[in-house]
T-cell receptor, first 111, second 116 residues
């Protein structure tokens, strides 16, 4: 079964708006990470949040983690056309080297 | 720093041939390298974990004889898709970790394989 699942699967917004993407997971985790992938390219690590953390910021990115609900959210504020990409969450579980990506959210920021 | 390259970036081959994909850590020594596969508009699936000088650890459902992984040095891992078939067409991404932790991996740009 899929460990990390993002929603929505696709999101279109206007430049300047905020974009919120959610990730849910099923089992206990050590940490959760968010990645960005431009079309046909490799992944870029955005942010890691540990299971004992609730919120982290990095520039225009804000990530929250709610372990009781087994969910995380990625907020991109004041979006730009260059933010257009797919965003994936990935969870690392306590059960060995187990690293699972969700299906991703395709974000389109329209100029 | 922490740059990972892959070669080739794109490859087209005929069914039945073997294809080798290289993953290199350019400015650091990677204790561990990971290989992922990504289908169109889908997420990444971890295929295997390779540590320098030892056999790769394959995820469940990944055929080790089909996807041969060699990690001969701390800066190079190779993935060979043997006797490729059209269903092997995919985007293959490697990542490298300095510490060996899957939490500190740097991703390569990916290789798009098309098998005719």
């Amino acid at each position: 079964s899929q460990q990390g699942e993002e929603d929505p699967q696709a999101l279109s917004i206007q430049e300047g708006e905020n974009a919120t993407m959610n990730c849910s997971y099923k089992t206990s985790i050590n940490n959760l990470q968010w990645y960005r992938q431009n079309s046909g390219r490799g992944l870029v690590h955005l942010i890691l949040i540990r299971s004992n953390e609730r919120e982290k910021h990095s520039g225009r990115l804000r990530v929250t983690l709610d372990t009781s609900k087994k969910s995380s959210s990625l907020l991109i504020t004041a979006s730009r056309a260059a933010d257009t990409a797919s965003y994936f969450c990935a969870t690392e579980t306590p059960y060995g080297q187990n690293f699972v990506f969700g299906p991703g959210t395709r974000l389109s920021v329209l100029p | 720093g922490a740059v990972v390259s892959q070669h080739p970036s794109r490859v087209i081959c005929k069914s039945g041939t073997s294809v080798k994909i290289e993953c290199r850590s350019l400015d650091f020594q990677a204790t561990t390298m990971f290989w992922y596969r990504q289908f169109p508009k889908k997420s990444l699936m971890l295929m295997a974990t390779s540590n320098e000088g030892s056999k790769a650890t394959y995820e469940q459902g990944v055929e080790k004889d089909k996807f041969l992984i060699n990690h001969a040095s701390l800066t190079l891992s190779t993935l060979t898709v043997t006797s490729a078939h059209p269903e092997d067409s995919s985007f293959y991404i490697c990542s490298a970790s300095l510490s060996g932790s899957i939490n500190e991996q740097f991703f390569g740009p990916g290789t798009r394989l098309t098998v005719l």
